[in-house]
Nanobody, 115 residues
């Protein structure tokens, strides 16, 4: 069955960096656009960024522009999110999924940015 397993979150001070990973299985990963999403406490899940199946096209939400970078490794069925210059407002649970979302959400990985 399809699995999306996010990892790499943690507690970091404002201005710090984290690199998230999402290991996918159960579908033909290389043929899907992949995205990162996040949900802060009390808020709706929001789009962060996405990458096309060929890895040469990306889009970013306003909150991620200039600070976050998405990439993928199709040999490892993994999508990454490099997050720099983190802010307390980036605190959320981060999830990956296809774009548009096709599969059940994984458990996500918690990112907490302290001020």
């Amino acid at each position: 069955q399809v699995q999306l397993v996010e990892s790499g979150g943690g507690l970091v001070q404002a201005g710090g960096s984290l690199r998230l990973s999402c290991a996918a299985s159960g579908f033909t990963f290389s043929t899907y656009p992949m995205g990162w999403f996040r949900q802060a406490p009390g808020k709706e899940r929001e789009f962060v960024t996405a990458i096309n199946p060929w890895g040469d096209g990306t889009i970013y939400g306003d909150s991620a522009k200039g600070r976050f970078t998405i990439s993928r490794d199709d040999a490892k069925n993994t999508v990454f999110l490099q997050m720099n210059s983190l802010k307390p407002d980036d605190t959320a649970v981060y999830y990956c999924n296809t774009l548009p979302t096709s599969f059940s959400w994984g458990q996500g990985t918690q990112v907490t940015v302290s001020s």
